[in-house]
């Protein structure tokens, strides 16, 4: 009897169901990590931790800024820092959660922090300043996270879903800010 599931253009959808079943039993506490995982692990854990300290150094800019804004409208402007916080926290807590699927440690030593993330932590003097060193510290993100998900491809779909995710609600900071920007030249 043959186990195969439904084929597309005359191939087989899936493994042979036994053979699933026993390769599924293989090395079982490697948890979410199968025999069909094609990427390197440990690059990608090195990679996802890196996103992990450019979102730390984010969150912290965003709150500072959210904190230190001031002027005629520095309410409005504080309140999108602080979303864009909040957010980012969002995102640091999808990347530790996936870094340890894959059987890695999510690195939050503030130790290092500065030089393991991406973009940096630059406070700004005036509120258009901090509009603008956000606005520079989402395009590297964008840039970055476009790099990643490049570099993945189709060989771990759950990361790279994860990071398209993450990179369109960059993409949307960065159309904040820039908004923001303009109406505070």
């Not at 079982?28 to 390197?40: F, L, N, P, Q, R």
Request: glycine share 6%.
């Amino acid at each position: 009897m043959n186990h195969t599931n439904s084929a597309v253009d005359g191939k087989p959808f899936l493994s042979d169901i036994k053979l699933l079943r026993d390769r599924a039993r293989l090395h079982i506490e490697k948890g979410a990590v199968t025999a069909g995982y094609k990427a390197d692990r440990d690059t990608v854990i090195k990679v996802l931790n890196e996103a992990l300290a450019t979102e730390i150094v984010c969150v912290l800019r965003y709150k500072r800024h959210h904190f230190m804004a001031k002027g005629i409208q520095a309410k409005g402007v504080a309140a999108e820092f602080a979303q864009h916080a909040a957010e980012e926290q969002a995102h640091a807590d999808l990347l530790a959660e996936r870094i340890v699927q894959l059987g890695g440690a999510p690195d939050f030593s503030p130790e290092g922090l500065a030089t393991r993330s991406h973009s940096e932590y630059a406070e700004g003097k005036d509120l258009a300043e901090m509009i603008k060193e956000d606005l520079i510290a989402e395009r590297i993100a964008i840039d970055s996270y476009g790099e990643m998900i490049r570099y993945i491809g189709n060989d771990d779909p759950t990361t790279r879903v994860m990071l398209e995710g993450i990179l369109a609600k960059e993409e949307e900071h960065a159309d904040d800010l820039s908004s923001l920007l303009k109406e505070n030249k």
